[in-house]
């Protein structure tokens, strides 16, 4: 099912690209200078690594927001980790997911040509889920989160349509308490690659 729908969204942002990008080349897109005539849309796709559990763990998040001018963008967006995680703290093996929902703000601190550094911030909420091994019945959802991250990011921008970022940053969790995971088998640091595109 992940993949179905990771599919479909890489689909939609390739027919995104391919139907509006606009190289660096084109006559109405000057390199180190930033658009500040009106806001814009964006859309963003990301992922990376971080510590559930202790256990090596691949996330993969989607932003839809506003370019309010250049230096704040705000908006929503959806997490879900893409690996499989297994919780240690129980007799029986067991593996462990889960998906957030929440709001975005993305400062810009320091911009200098197509280069910028930004400071994001997220705030949501979400549901841990687990899944006994061999049960074909797919993962449970038993545990309900609050969650909020903090990270710093190096922007650069390729094409007038697209910004690629480097970063990585704090995740904090709020409200695990269920099959013996607590709070802090969930807060870890982590990296990201992100991909956004903005109009």
């Known amino acids: 099912m992940k993949a179905k729908i990771w599919t479909a969204i890489l689909t939609a942002l390739t027919l995104t690209v391919s139907s509006h990008a606009e190289l660096q080349g084109s006559k109405d897109y000057e390199p180190g200078k930033a658009d500040t005539s009106n806001w814009g849309a964006l859309l963003g796709i990301s992922g990376g690594n971080s510590l559930i559990a202790r256990d090596g763990t691949i996330f993969a998040n989607l932003r839809i927001g506003i370019v309010l001018n250049p230096y704040i963008s705000v908006g929503a967006y959806f997490s879900s980790i893409l690996s499989d995680v297994k919780n ?25 040509g197509m280069f910028s550094i930004s400071l994001p911030v997220s705030i949501g909420g ?20 609050f969650t909020s991250d903090f990270s710093a990011q190096f922007n650069f921008r390729a094409t007038k349509l697209l910004e690629v970022s480097i970063g990585g940053g704090y995740r904090l969790f709020a409200g695990i308490e269920e099959n013996n995971l607590k709070n802090k088998d969930f807060r870890s640091p982590f990296g990201e690659l992100r991909f956004t595109f903005k109009e």
């Open 88 to 112: 240690p703290k129980v007799r029986l093996p067991q593996m462990i997911d889960y998906h957030a929902y929440g709001v975005f703000a993305e400062p810009v601190v320091y911009r200098n």
């Open 126 to 145: 979400g549901s841990v889920n687990f899944m006994n091994k061999g049960d074909e019945d797919g993962f449970k959802s038993e545990d309900a989160f």
